[in-house]
């Protein structure tokens, strides 16, 4: 239910799907590392306990579905797993791994466009939403169903943005990582990385506007904007899906 004059909406209609970042030491992920490089499984179980959670909720934020966030994170500890022999210690662990599980996200959006629509039903309203929020235990009833439905709307829009202005949303506004976090985990530079996050909150915003105002769909960037992403954020030293380690740049 919403006040009268309808749902108070935040300057940035991201933040009600905002977490805060959870400290990783990349000292006791390389300890682990090395050890997992050993042959110690239970070490390499310790990396995907340390770093499991955060995977998930990386990808259902790009993704939107919880069962394909899953699939998303076990395919992209099992190429961390395969590929461990080639990390590049130069690179957080962190980075690594973010960067397979946002390669194997884009793969998926690709593979949806190319057969269904990405936005929303066709009565209007949004297919299917699994998003995280802060905790509202200490809010208002009347706040939490406020903060769901926003959170829902942000959804739509961001599943309307080509994949590599998505990604730079997602690892920026929602996971709190800087541009120079986002630069290693993309492939691009830093420069490239601020370009997208400016363009794609443009871009989100205007399509924001246009639905609070009453329109249905969300602006999707044309086709030519999914396609050339399929190489803007790739490592030429990576395989698909970014199987292999960082190499120096």
């Not at 939403?129 to 706040?143: G, H, I, K, N, Y």
Request: proline content about 5%; some cysteine; aromatic content about 6%.
């Amino acid at each position: 239910m919403h006040p009268e004059g309808g749902p108070q909406v935040p300057m940035n209609p991201l933040h009600p799907l905002q977490f805060s970042s959870e400290p990783s030491s990349r000292e006791e992920d390389e300890r682990l590392l090395r050890l997992a490089q050993g042959g110690d499984e239970d070490a390499f179980g310790q990396l995907v306990q340390r770093h499991q959670a955060r995977a998930v909720r990386v990808a259902r934020s790009m993704v939107g579905s919880e069962e394909d966030a899953q699939d998303v994170a076990q395919e992209a500890f099992l190429r961390v797993y395969r590929g461990m022999e080639r990390f590049d210690y130069q690179y957080a662990f962190s980075t690594w791994l973010y960067r397979i599980v946002t390669n194997l996200c884009i793969d998926l959006l690709r593979k949806r466009r190319r057969h269904q629509s990405l936005s929303v039903g066709t009565d209007g309203e949004a297919e299917s939403f699994d998003v995280d929020l802060p905790d509202p235990s200490e809010a208002l009833p009347s706040d939490g169903l406020i903060a769901l439905e926003t959170a829902g709307e942000v959804r739509a829009v961001l599943d309307g943005l080509a994949p590599h202005f998505r990604t730079a949303l997602v690892l920026r506004e929602l996971e709190g990582l800087s541009c120079k976090e986002i630069a290693d985990i993309v492939g691009a530079t830093h420069v490239t990385v601020r370009w997208r996050l400016h363009r794609g909150r443009k871009l989100f915003m205007d399509a924001w506007k246009r639905r609070q105002e009453g329109g249905l769909h969300p602006a999707v960037e044309d086709s030519g904007d999914w396609e050339d992403s399929a190489g803007a954020d790739s490592d030429p030293n990576q395989t698909s899906g970014g199987e292999a380690s960082i190499e120096s740049r």
